[in-house]
């Protein structure tokens, strides 16, 4: 088998054959002709078979490396006159449009920071930082559900800070999915208010129409239609005039937006204690219930523990119970408690704290 018949199965590249293979030190290139005639402009759907120029150099694309090397794809590529986009680079199949790298390292890197931070990533596949959120960006671009607000019932929000706590993320997550489906940049109500906002956009004011001669007066219309007929009553129908009126739009109205709004929709909405979040709730989707996180109720029942625990152990010392005030701080002070781990007076043999049990 030839060296080009094998990296042509081994690529596995749509769309392309491999004319030639080049070993380098540190890398192997691998040039590619395209198998279709017709051009196709990256950015659309539009294709012709009339070209505006020929490239006279090969673009280049960064593959999934080749154990320790790095792979390379190049191809000389024509130009497409696009009646929407202009004169551009035709597009590739196996390249998202603008990358200098294949769909299958894009995925791969994807991946990767999906699962380990952009360090161990920069030094698995050998790129930098910016290259890594690049490829983020595409792939993110290419892939994110456009309807992913469209089925919001229960959602959590929550912020997380970057750069050393001085900048913070707000990420709005979805219950029922299990996954983060917004997010924006900043904290408290303006974030709240920015994601509700693109729940439900405002919708475009129309254009005014123009100006139109006058029309000339024309005969009054028709009477209107009788209104619908229901089966109740003494008789199988009611007589035309006195069933239920049409529920149509009076002239010059339209729907409540409230109505398909998705915000009404939410039926809570979990959180932390800050005061920002629920305050963007209230407004936009008060009838969704808040809940705080389990970690802030806990946190405040150990705090309000801790205040009791205080006070009673003071109350001992002042009233000069010296010895009370002392047993008492050893027993709620130590974690776990002692009769947790065996430790009892009740209890004979009983082992002392972080010793075997009996």
Known sequence: MRVTAAFFRLLRLPGVWVKKVRFEPGRVVVTVALRRRRLCCPKCSYWTMARESKQHHDSVWRHVDLGVWELEICARLRR????????????????????????????????????????????????????????????GSETIDTDRLSELFEISIDEVAWRKGHRYLTLIGDHRKGCVVWGCEGKGQAAGDEFFEELDPEPAVPSPLPDRPPVRAKQPPPPAEPAIMVPFGPCPTVPAGHGIPGAWLAPARDIDPQLVARASRLTAVSMDMTGGYAASVRQHAPQATIVIDNYHVVQLATKALDEVRRAHWNELRHASESDAAKQFKEDTTHYPPRWLSGDRPDRAGASSVGGPLA
């Open 80 to 139: 497409v006159r696009c009646p929407e986009h202009g004169v551009h680079v035709e597009g590739v199949p196996f390249a998202r449009d603008g990358a200098r790298c294949t769909r299958d390292f894009d995925d791969l890197v994807a991946w990767l920071a999906t699962k380990t931070d952009k360090t161990a990533t920069c030094r698995l596949v050998r790129i930098d930082w910016d290259t890594v959120g690049r490829i983020i960006a595409r792939v």
